[in-house]
């Protein structure tokens, strides 16, 4: 799979894989759209999971972040195939960890998750930016364990908001692909 058709290839998937449907749709955040877009049917397949993170690994690597981490549950399977793809392909190793909607009640108390060195920068991910609510939780948690935030990215920025906001507070948010102002999903 050449780099250069990643961004394609991972729209195709998204098709052959039922993650992306075109009708009427209310979105989490009570937004209408004109897609749906189910990310963890293509972060969970082999293919789709292999894609991403070949498309988000090199950025990842270039901001120097070295620890990848996102919110639950959809950001899981792209970190750990991330890490697991960097784990193989001679580059530097980046760990996996994730972020827990709260703390859990018992055993450590942990709301990171995973094998994150103290104070590394870190990057944040997640299947699609909507407003940002769920990778802002992670960046939150992040900062707030002692990390800097040097890179956040998605499969699909939607451009309802989200980006702009992390703009506003000097993140860049890097994606596979966007959805247009005529309600179509298209390559980044």
Known sequence: MATENLPQRILELCNELDALRYGDFTLTSGEK????????LLTLSPKGSNAVAKAILPAIRE?????????????????????????????????????????????MGKLIEGPLPEGVPVAIV?????????????????????????F????????????????????????????????NVVTS
């Open 152 to 183: 956040v990215g998605c499969i699909l920025d939607r451009n309802q908001g989200g980006s702009e906001r992390l703009r506003g507070d000097g993140y860049e948010l890097f994606s596979i692909l966007e959805g247009d102002a005529e309600g």
């Open 63 to 107: 901001s120097g972040a070295e620890a990848v981490g996102g919110p639950a549950v959809a950001a899981v399977p792209m970190v750990t195939e991330i890490a697991m793809l960097s784990g193989l392909d001679g580059g530097r190793a980046v760990p996996a960890f994730f972020v827990r909607p709260q703390p859990k009640e018992h055993g």
């Open 33 to 40: 759209s004109k897609y749906y877009f189910d990310g963890r």
């Open 126 to 150: 997640d299947d699609a930016c909507s407003t940002a609510g769920s990778l802002y939780l992670a960046i939150r948690a992040a900062e707030d364990a002692g990390h800097k935030v040097v």
